[in-house]
């Protein structure tokens, strides 16, 4: 008598062939349609989240290099913008690197200074990398789910 509990009915009695493979079925159906795609937009997730934090760890090294420039005029290169395989920059001259317009978020920029941006960044840094490490943790029991179900059809085609 099994304690899987996938392996009998609810009176405790085994399954019968038919019943058993209906019951691979739903499993296979589980894992192709629910788990599978859960573990890869989990993962497609991540690696969103991980390019923001760069983003915005990229910022706070030009807040750096902003900082020691002070009051004084300069150039930069201007992201315009793109893709992962296509950035277009623009040259720009700068009046002054003591304020700049941070992306918010939604299409939105803010006016701050060099300081409030610093903030801002590390702020935006240390609540995605909290979402990240939340999103490996739900990886993890999905993974966990994905390895019970693969093992109970294991078990089902034994018997």
Same mark, same amino acid.
């Not at 989240?49 to 915005?56: A, D, F, I, N």
């Not at 910022?59 to 315009?80: C, M, N, Y």
């Given at each position: 008598q099994s304690t899987w509990g996938y392996l009998t009915r609810m009176d405790n009695t085994p399954l019968t062939? %038919?019943?058993?493979? %209906?019951?691979?079925s739903e499993f296979r159906r589980l894992l192709n349609e629910k788990? +599978? !795609?859960?573990?890869?937009?989990?993962?497609?997730?991540?690696?969103r989240?991980?390019?923001?934090?760069? +983003?915005?760890k990229q910022?706070?090294?030009?807040?750096?290099?902003?900082?020691?420039?002070?009051?004084? !005029? =300069?150039?930069?290169?201007?992201?315009?913008g793109g893709d992962e395989f296509l950035r277009v920059y623009a040259r720009a001259e700068i009046a002054s690197?003591?304020?700049l317009h941070v992306a918010v978020g939604m299409g939105f920029f803010c006016e701050m200074s060099l300081d409030e941006a610093e903030h801002f960044a590390t702020a935006r840094i240390a609540h995605w990398e909290s979402l990240i490490a939340a999103a490996f943790v739900?990886? =993890?029991?999905?993974?966990a789910d994905i390895e019970f179900t693969e093992r109970a059809i294991g078990h089902l085609e034994l018997r």
């Open positions: 062939v %038919e019943e058993r493979i %209906e019951r691979i788990l +599978e !795609p859960k573990l890869r937009d989990l993962g497609a997730e991540v690696e989240m991980q390019m923001t934090v760069e +983003e915005l910022l706070r090294i030009s807040i750096a290099v902003f900082k020691t420039r002070g009051t004084q !005029p =300069g150039e930069v290169l201007a992201d315009l690197f003591e304020r739900e990886a =993890g029991r999905v993974r």
